[in-house]
Each structure stands twice: as C-alpha cells, then as structure tokens.
C-alpha cells in the first residue's frame, strides 16, 4: 500500500518498503492474469485446480517466508502478508485464498517452526514446492474454540502411536496429502496434553469421509476426515509429546493475523469496485455517486478500512519484530472480520440488484465475508482474549 505526499513523491507505508511493493505488483499481475478470470469456473467447481499449488510454487509464492535451502525465497512475513493481502485484493475469491493459505501459511508452518530437520525435508520441501498439499486439523464435530476438548485420540503402541477419531471444516481437506493434526495424547486431555503428529491421506484408516457444501469460499475444498486406527510412527510426532497448545497458541496468532490482512485487501477492492460504480450507473440523470446518500454509503466504507488497516498494520509490525502483540492481533482479527462484511453489505445496497449477478463479485463477496467472524476464532473468543489481556 502507497500514499502520496504533498511532493507527489510516493511513499511506503510502514511496515512495508519498496521491496515490499515491488513483490505486490508482481502478485497483482498474476493474480489479475491467471486467478480472477477463472474464479466464476472454480466456484462452480466447488474447488480450484490441484496445479495452481503448482503454479504458485513456481513463481515463489508459496515459499516467501521459508528459506532458500528448503527451496523458499528467503523472506519475511512481511512478504507473505504482501501475498495473502494482494491474492484478497486482486483475486475477489475468498475460497481460492483460503486453499492455497491453508497450505502455505497455515498448515506448512508449524512443520518449519517445530519440526525436525529430517520432517522438513519430508513434507515442507515438498510442499515449498507444490507437490504435496498440507492441510491443519483442530477442529472437530464437537469441538472447535475449546481445543482443550479435543477428542482425537493418539494412544502409544509400541514405536508409534494409534489414532482414532475425526475433524471436521478442514480447509483442503478433501485432496491434503498430509494433515498436521491436533490430538489427545493424555487420557484426562487439557492444555497439557494435546500434540500433533503429521498424518498422511495414504495410511489405512484415514478417510475423507465428506466433502461439505459451504455459504462462502465455494472454490476451496472443505472436508471431515475420519481415522480408524491409523498407525502413525513416532517420527512423526511434530514438536514435544503433550506440548501442542504452544503449537496451537503459535499458529493462531499468525492465522487470526492473516485473517486480518486478507480482510483488509478484500475491503480495498469492494471499495475500488463500488466507487467505480457509481461513477457510471446514472439514476436520474446524473451518476449515482453525485447523490449524498451513495457518497455518505462510500465514505463509512472507506473509513472502516483505513481504521482497519491502521490497526492490521501495527499487529503486523509488532509480530514481525517479535513483540508479544496477542492483543494487537485478536484486536485486528476482531475489527477486520465485521468491517469487511459490513463493507460487502454496503458495496451490495449500492449496487442494488446488480450485487446479485455474478459477474460483479459482490453477491460471493457478502458469503465469503461471513465465516470471517466465525472462523480461526470467533468473535466471542477474540473478545474474551482481549479483555483477558487487560487484567479482566
């Protein structure tokens, strides 16, 4: 993102640099080339094409965080925040974002931050690489927010373990090679005794044992997995025995983050798309953006999301430099998720039955939005978080 001075000279917005937005150019054009015009098709599809994994590994995308000799680029998260917020900006399907996210900055980074070398080699590489797609498993049909409840079970059996039960809303769930799974480890369960073991969809007992129909995010797929008895080795046990809530505590904090970002770039195109409009659609005589009404519509929109990319940008900032920012972030997850839904709601009013055609985006933009203030934390609990950290 850029502002421009009174000069006219055009500066970075912090945290960003001019590297920063030479990557957003190049993610613009791809995402404007080979995503956007083929979303109508994936949408009614019900998932993309398993190469855009490919696709993006190619260019990079998928490893810009992660380092050279595991075949990333070497960057930052900064770089994958300039990623997901393009991919929102310039792609308008929440679900084609959400796939490809699901695997590079959800499910493959637990496996750099807590895995072995030998695991990294196993499943990142791969994944850096677009050959294998990963997705995280935590919640289950009847647990989600309380991950204390899980009910997954991975009891010891000699050199592994055995693990009985399911997930559910799994994003590239369907078609994952391998699930980084949250389960119990510890008969009495708790905090202290969840962990992750890797899983791959090829061991016997694994199952995708649905593929669900969803509001929003139609291009992704989103599955239940079922495990009878899957015998898992213990070198696959990701990070310490019973030590999966740091894991889990770890990965939300960049989850919710990325939430935010994503939001943030889907409200700035709602906002382009709807100025737009109403500098052509005429009722009356003169263009509909000469009437208060659709001009005061505009401004709450673009307020919203000045506010919320202020305040995105500085839980980025801060977890970028290692700061402890929790409350930074559930902040920015809470306030990004309603606004952008909001901002689809009046981007949809303005466009009046217009918002409903398919060809303008709005209407899957009002569905996609929605599971914002559901998904990697509800609302309630980003509340309850917040004033958790003020002392309450």
């Not at 490809?100 to 030998?118: D, R, V």
């Not at 690489?129 to 009891?155: F, M, N, Q």
């Not at 659609?281 to 000469?290: M, V």
């Not at 466009?351 to 203030?373: K, S």
Request: net charge negative.
């Amino acid at each position: 993102m850029t502002v421009v001075k009174d000069s006219g000279a055009r500066a970075t917005l912090p945290p960003f640099g001019a590297e920063h937005e030479e990557l957003r150019e190049t993610v613009s054009r791809f995402v404007q080339k080979e995503i956007a015009p083929n979303v109508d098709e994936w949408e009614a599809a019900r998932e993309f094409p398993r190469e855009l994994f490919a696709r993006c590994a190619e260019l990079g995308f998928l490893g810009l965080k992660f380092p050279e000799e595991l075949g990333g680029q070497g960057g930052t998260h900064l770089h994958d925040a300039i990623w997901v917020e393009e991919l929102a900006r310039s792609g308008g399907s929440g679900g084609v974002a959400a796939g490809l996210n699901a695997h590079a900055s959800i499910a493959m980074p637990p496996i750099f931050n807590f895995g072995t070398a030998e695991q990294k080699q196993r499943w990142l590489v791969p994944g850096i690489a677009g050959e294998k797609i990963g997705a995280l498993g935590i919640t289950e049909p009847g647990a989600g927010s309380d991950v204390a409840s899980l009910s997954t079970t991975a009891v010891r059996n000699g050199d592994g373990y055995v693990v009985n039960g399911a997930k559910t809303f799994i994003t590239n769930g369907v078609r994952a090679d391998f699930l980084v799974c949250a389960c119990k480890t510890r008969e009495e369960g708790g905090h202290g005794g969840i962990s992750f073991l890797v899983l791959e969809s090829e061991m016997p007992g694994y199952e995708v044992s649905a593929k669900l129909e969803k509001m929003g995010w139609h291009s992704s797929d989103t599955g239940e997995i079922s495990f009878s008895d899957v015998e898992v080795p213990a070198e696959n046990l990701l990070g310490e025995e019973n030590g999966g809530f740091r894991l889990i505590m770890f990965n939300f904090a960049w989850e919710r983050l990325l939430m935010a970002i994503g939001a943030v770039g889907a409200m700035q195109r709602l906002i382009e798309i709807t100025v737009a409009y109403a500098q052509e659609r005429e009722a009356f005589g003169r263009p509909i953006g000469k009437f208060q009404a659709i001009r005061h519509h505009v401004a709450e929109m673009a307020t919203k999301a000045e506010a919320s990319r202020a305040l995105t940008y500085n839980a980025l900032r801060l977890f970028h430099e290692g700061h402890d920012c929790i409350q930074q972030v559930s902040m920015a997850k809470l306030v990004t998720q309603r606004a952008v839904l909001e901002i689809a709601d009046q981007s949809l009013q303005i466009h009046g039955g217009y918002g409903y055609m398919r060809e303008y985006g709005i209407e899957r933009a009002v569905r996609d939005a929605r599971l914002g203030p559901i998904g990697g934390g509800t609302d309630e609990i980003m509340k309850e978080i917040i004033g958790k950290t003020m002392g309450l």
